[in-house]
């Protein structure tokens, strides 16, 4: 099974300060990496995602993400944040498998708090 | 993106009644919809996969007889929550995928508050 490890709950900031929200997994097989973000009382809203290829993906809102795969980790990065950018994240794997294709495994949640 | 509706964003029901939450998705057909329960300030935990056409695969410690999921079609799929109580209070995701797309990740709802009292 796949699990994922959100270090950080809360990440306190001020705005145009940049910043790293750090996610780490395990899995036994190859996985798709993900965050999200999600709003008060909204669903979530994908930022980017790794796939496959380049190992630095870029998404949206000026976020981007590095996959390190010998550290196992996908840690989200916005050289300078805005406070819109308050919200939860979350960073979430899924396998390869198609029978579940689209079920994903959280972490916990980062809260990115972004101050004037 | 692609769209996923879900309906109602927020409902209030009496202790004892059931509710109906809708998933819908609006422009591509979805093999696969997913059921997640986030409680306040924590993460989301899958309740069960619905594949359409078939029985829905729940997760261990879900009452599957109380949470019932119905994926009729390749655009809706349906969470009655049966006799409802307070404790089933929390926020309720879909999101959908399609299996002929591998990689296409998970497109979300934008979920249903639900408040029992």
């Known amino acids: 099974a796949q699990s994922v490890t959100q270090l950080d709950s809360q990440v306190p900031v001020f705005e145009e300060a940049p910043v790293e929200l750090r996610c780490n997994y395990s899995s036994s097989v190859s996985v798709y990496l993900f965050w999200y973000v999600q709003y008060p009382n909204q669903g979530l809203q994908l930022l980017l995602k790794?796939?496959?290829?380049?190992?630095l993906v870029k998404g949206i809102n000026g976020f981007e993400a590095e996959f390190n795969k010998s550290q196992t980790s996908f840690h989200l990065r916005k050289p300078s944040v805005h406070i819109s950018d308050t919200a939860e994240y979350f960073c979430?794997?899924?396998?390869?498998?198609?029978?579940?294709?689209?079920?994903?495994?959280f972490g916990r949640g980062t809260q990115l708090t972004v101050w004037p | 993106g692609a769209v996923v509706s879900q309906h109602p964003s927020r409902v209030i029901c009496k202790s004892g009644t059931s509710v109906k939450i809708e998933c819908r998705s609006l422009d591509f057909q979805a093999t696969t919809m997913f059921w997640y329960r986030q409680f306040p300030k924590q993460s989301l935990m899958l309740m069960a996969t619905?594949?359409?056409?078939?029985?829905?695969?729940?997760e261990q410690g879900v009452e599957k007889d109380k949470f019932l999921i119905n994926h009729a079609s390749l655009t809706l799929s349906t969470l009655t929550v049966t006799s409802a109580h307070p404790e089933d209070s929390s926020f309720y995701i879909c999101s959908a995928s399609n299996r002929g797309h591998p990689g296409t990740e998970a497109f979300f709802g934008q979920g249903t508050r639900l408040t029992v009292v």
């Open positions: 619905s594949n359409e056409g078939s029985k829905a695969t729940y």
């Open positions: 979430a794997v899924s396998d390869h498998r198609g029978s579940t294709l689209g079920r994903l495994y």
């Open positions: 790794y796939l496959s290829g380049s190992t």
